[in-house]
């Protein structure tokens, strides 16, 4: 194994998309950020330096962090941000883990522009479960901002509104060819007419759900959030934020140039997206010398940014490929609602009011609306002593009862604020049920759990059954994952062991949801002995 180290230097430049220059924050002046690649099994130090004006920490999405919540990187949770001036250094080792992840800003909306791809590599000689093409490319789905990231951060943070800003969906960087002033820089894939690529594609956007598809090809599925699934032949998939999909592509077509597009699903602020979709090329070399073809490439068809039964079959369709069995014996059950909800202000003409009839918008977990610590972090606080910071008394189940996916009564619609956390024992079999509220609105949750790779075992419509639906869950070949789509008025049953001491963040991967509160923390204790236990904090960790 290896230690690879590398220098993130966070810094403002300007960057042009749209015919329209902004200054964007990104590390090493790259949009998108940096790829790592490394094998299972390496170690890492990468010092990030804050060159940039605002506070930021670094979140390496999916690497598990096995006892060492240190180098996790949200803000708060597990650190301090590193302060403008300041610097730290993420020292983590791979293990057990292969495939594709991403990295991101971990801090406020910061991660609309500072983001990138983690490729994990099998340990040298290690096979793969399916045939390795040669070639590999990376797409990173995102998003562009009509106005400097910055002033949606302060929009976000100052009047808890959605930042509805977002004037393009992007690949690598790129809008693409579809939207005025930016086709020359669209991205292109070349690939030999009957070679097989694999694509790794991550869905680094800010708030948006996407669906992905390649003209006259069919992909197959051979992983999902760094763990491999059986193979699925698909024509579309939907990518949540903080998602990854690999895929295996044969260029099995005529030769020619064929669009890979992804367009919107899901979320309040399709109405300004429905038409408008990013695309990358994927060409065929030599394409031009086959006389037939046109010169535009061919646009594949897109599911309707509302289709749900589209989205959900193709997330309940993948099949696992894990070694590790799941357990059947589930220790600590856990039943979450998770949504929206509206706050009423004191003030409703506060620039904050921007929510129905003087409210602002809010989003929950079993109706808490998490509110992160400013003066220390949560890890901090607690392998420090510090008391006062949180409290341990999340609610396992929802405080009051209703018909969750039902028309739900104003006077339910009302989260309470608070810093509560949920305590594991190292070791515990854990099962969490995410049940989507049709409170404000209806909409699928990407939720996604630091520090665990995690088993999903069912899914469905409607109001979880606790007397029927496990039952009918896949303890056979559930797949894993990381990050999971509530359905929309629906829910989905996931498992995992509580083997990783530390304090573990739980929330909506919509970066508008997190910051309206829709999240929580796990507290797994130490085990017995060091090896089961949270390692010391480096010296360098932050101070708030
Ligand atoms: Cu990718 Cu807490 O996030």
Not at 167 to 188: F, H, K, M, V
Not at 326 to 336: E, I, K, Q, S, Y
Request: proline residues 8%; aromatic residues 10%.
């Amino acid at each position: 194994a290896e230690t690879h180290y590398h220098q993130f230097v966070v810094q403002t430049v300007p960057v042009k998309r749209l015919c329209k220059t902004h200054n964007i924050l990104t590390v090493n002046g790259q949009f998108p950020g940096p790829t790592i690649e490394a094998r299972d099994g390496d170690s890492l130090a990468i010092k990030v330096v804050n060159a940039g004006p605002y506070n930021i920490s670094i979140h390496w999405h999916g690497l598990r962090m096995l006892r060492n919540p240190w180098a996790d990187g949200p803000s708060y949770v597990t650190q301090c941000p590193i302060q403008p001036g300041g610097s730290y250094t993420y020292r983590f080792t791979i293990q057990n883990q292969e495939g594709t992840l991403w990295w991101h800003a971990h801090t406020s909306f910061l991660r609309a522009t500072v983001y990138g791809a983690f490729i994990i590599y099998p340990k040298l000689g290690s096979p793969y479960p399916f045939s390795m093409p040669k070639r590999e490319f990376t797409l990173l789905l995102g998003e562009w901002f009509d106005r400097d990231p910055m002033l949606l951060l302060r929009q976000a943070q100052f009047t808890g509104a959605a930042p509805n800003t977002s004037i393009a969906y992007t690949i690598n960087g790129q809008p693409g060819d579809l939207y005025g002033c930016s086709s020359r820089e669209t991205i292109r894939v070349a690939v030999d007419a009957g070679e097989t690529i694999l694509l790794r594609i991550i869905n680094s956007a800010l708030n948006q759900e996407l669906f992905f598809s390649i003209a006259n090809h069919m992909m197959i599925v051979v992983g999902m959030d760094a763990a491999y699934t059986k193979p699925l032949t698909t024509g579309v998939l939907m990518i949540g934020p903080g998602q990854t999909i690999n895929v295996l592509v044969s260029a099995d077509q005529t030769p020619g140039r064929y669009y890979m597009a992804a367009r919107a699903y899901q979320t309040a602020q399709n109405a300004a997206f429905d038409n408008t979709t990013t695309t990358a090329i994927l060409e065929y070399k030599n394409w031009n010398k086959q006389k037939r073809q046109s010169s535009t490439p061919i646009l594949p068809a897109l599911p309707a940014f509302n289709d749900t039964a589209t989205s959900t079959a193709f997330t309940a369709g993948i099949r696992g490929l894990s070694k590790i069995k799941v357990f059947t014996n589930v220790d600590v059950n856990l039943f979450f609602t998770v949504g929206l909800g509206l706050i009423n202000c004191t003030n409703p003409n506060s620039p904050r009011c921007q929510g129905p009839n003087g409210t602002r918008f809010a989003a929950s977990i079993n109706n808490v609306s998490f509110v992160l610590p400013r003066t220390t972090s949560l890890n901090q606080a607690y392998y420090q002593g510090i008391p006062g910071v949180f409290t341990t008394d999340f609610p396992p189940v929802p405080p009051i009862q209703f018909n969750y996916t039902g028309n739900v009564p104003r006077g339910l619609w009302t989260p309470s604020r608070g810093t509560k956390l949920i305590k594991l024992k190292y070791g515990s079999n854990v099962q969490i049920v995410l049940q989507d509220t049709n409170i404000v609105s209806t909409e699928d949750h990407p939720m996604h759990v630091h520090g665990f790779h995690f088993f999903v075992v069912g899914s469905g419509f409607g109001n979880f059954n606790p007397a029927t639906d496990p039952a009918r869950f896949n303890l056979n070949d559930p797949p894993v994952r990381n990050t999971i789509g509530t359905p929309p008025g629906g829910w989905v049953a996931i498992r995992f062991k509580a083997d990783n001491p530390g304090i573990w963040f739980l929330h909506c991967h919509i970066d508008s949801h997190l910051n309206w509160g829709l999240a929580t923390a796990l507290l797994v204790e130490n085990g017995v002995g060091p090896s089961q236990s949270v390692i010391p904090p480096p010296a360098d960790l932050p101070q708030c």
